[in-house]
């Protein structure tokens, strides 16, 4: 029997966090397939220099402090306090005065070491050497076994370990989302690009088979691992994708929905919905630069942002915030709950996604199922995800984007070749079953033939 060891301890150290990433990893594990005769998948987390099989990905719901998730906490309080430090610079008079920023600054640091750091650091010695965590136990692994990194691994620091089972006859597989720190790296922190590309230099190394979650990726990554590491080394390498399911799994029909998402559908006109991070490669301005090219023609088309607000947006969250349509045709959420979503979704006219670059696109196919349309920048990936069900707009220019809105305003008609009740998409079950079919094959055959798979082809 081959175990498939699946990787996961970003987010079993982090379950409560819900960005993209994070998203695929837990419902992939909630839906791995059971075990048969000739396969189990184990789902398993690598800390302190120890393998361990998970038992749970949700936090512990026991009165007991919960020290690893209290670490978690005070590191995400930190990053919002900053953030907040960095708006409140902008204002005045701090943003007149290098006194009074200086001032501010001093004061911030205080209470951040008081408030964030000298918290962090004593609860880092209290866990140093604690080996196993609530809601995993000790796993022995074999040879023969398949370590599939399946979890956001290049700020890990589990890599002696990896190269160790390695070493003990454990093959590596490595799923890949982007190349995002490659390609575009002015979207990304600097920091970022240099770990990403070591990292990606490790797997090459390393790793046995790739996976990536579109076949536009896959055929990126094989040509980064050409250029890396050459043809011969390639051709020992395998290279396949699995494509990402649509629901949203932590709906909770016991919550409720937003108050304010509410009262902005209450009204009828249109609705175009944006879901994602807040950062530079989802091109919010663009949409900001469309709609108000709308709204100075006469339109009265609102467009609503839902995502938490990410890293170098200052100047975009500033122009949100004091936008004359704020809270009118313009409306931003940054903490709405799976459920929020769901509502927003289902009262939406479209979904607009602006993307610069993506590996996927995961809310594509959130929208698309559950019938809302999408109109989206016109990139491969999203002609991959998409095909002729989705509309598409020039990222030069935003009066394309401008003219698909009003033309839709206007007729009522979504401007697609297809109609989107003929839409069907993966289920994170289905998502799941094919991830671990796709690297079953390519384990069983060293040379499978490349493919492609085309929208609404599951």
Known sequence: MTRLLVECTYVFEHPEANSGIQRVVRNVIQQLPAAD???????????????????SLAPLKTPKVDLMSLR??????????????????????????????RVLYVGCRLGAFACFSLPMRLLNKVLKGKPIPERCVPLQHRAGDQLVLLDSSWHANFFPLAEQLKRDGVGIVSVIY???????????DAGLVKVFNDWFDWIARTADGYVAISTTIRDQVREEMLRRIGTQRVQQRWFDYFHLGSELDLSDARSEVDRGLLQMFKTPEPVFLMVSTIEPRKNHGYLLDAFES???AGSKARLCIAGKIGWKCDALIERIRQHPELNRRLFMFNTLSDKSLEHAYSHATSLVFPSHVEGFGLPLVEAMQRGLPAMG??????????????AYFDLADPQSLTKLVMDMEGSGKFPAPLALEQWRWLSWREASAQFVQRIERNLNSPQPVPESQHANCP
Not at 72 to 100: G, M
Not at 377 to 390: A, K, L
Request: charged share 20%; hydrophobic share 40%; net charge positive.
């Open 294 to 296: 709308a709204w100075a």
């Open 178 to 188: 982007d190349l995002i720190p490659l390609t575009h790296p002015q979207f990304c």
């Open 377 to 390: 920048s016109d990139i491969p990936v999203f002609r991959e995800i998409g095909g002729d069900y989705m």
């Open 37 to 55: 005769a000739k396969r189990e998948c184990i789902p398993v987390v690598m800390i302190n220099g120890g393998l361990y099989q998970v038992n």
């Open 72 to 101: 978690v906490k005070l590191e995400q309080w930190a990053n919002t306090f900053w953030l907040r430090h960095r708006a409140l610079e902008r204002r005045r008079p701090f943003s007149q005065s290098h006194f009074a920023r």
